[in-house]
């Protein structure tokens, strides 16, 4: 799991520093504005299967989420919704012909299934959007994507 989410942070990291201000690998659960937007890749579990008698294969389900401080936006005009749409643009843009744009984290994921030989993105599952209140003072808007990714080992 820890080799396949250190791929996976490198690749996010290339193409979002700049626009993303610090990765974590784990929820870190209270994190300074300072440092937001973030990315957050969290594992969840790993799945084992037999193979054959010399390979496993085995899945890490793990998600990314893109964290914002939802109070820097609450003097936005509310039909804009600001924080909502940098979350939908910077997780799963799409460019005017209707494609996923390159830049966002889908498109990242899009263009990188393949981790490293033997190690790739097999399945986004789904994309789910939320408010959180990580403490008294920090609300955030979060956006998260489920991923698996596959790695066949021998024994």
């Given at each position: 799991m ?5 791929l996976?942070?490198?690749?996010l990291e290339?193409?979002l ?13 209270v994190?300074p ?5 973030c ?19 085995h899945?890490?389900?793990v ?5 914002v401080?939802?109070?820097?936006y609450f ?7 600001v924080?909502?749409?940098?979350l939908?643009d910077t ?22 299934l ?6 790739h993105v ?6 789910d ?18 991923l698996?990714?596959?790695?066949i080992?021998?024994?």
């Amino acid at each position: 799991m820890r080799k396949s989410i250190e791929l996976l942070k490198t690749k996010l990291e290339n193409k979002l520093r700049g626009k993303i201000k610090s990765f974590y690998t784990g929820d870190p659960w209270v994190i300074p504005s300072s440092v937001m937007p973030c990315v957050i890749i969290n594992p969840m579990k790993t799945e084992t299967n037999i193979i054959d008698n010399q390979r496993d294969n085995h899945q890490h389900f793990v998600d990314v989420s893109l964290v914002v401080d939802a109070r820097q936006y609450f003097n936005a005009t509310p039909a804009v919704m600001v924080g909502t749409t940098f979350l939908m643009d910077t997780m799963e843009g799409e460019a005017s012909d209707g494609t996923i744009e390159s830049g966002s984290i889908l498109g990242i994921l899009r263009d990188n299934l393949n981790l490293a030989s033997n190690r790739h993105v097999s399945n986004i599952s789904s994309i789910d959007y939320t408010v959180r209140r990580r403490t008294e003072e920090l609300i955030t808007l979060e956006v998260v994507v489920h991923l698996q990714i596959d790695y066949i080992v021998n024994r």
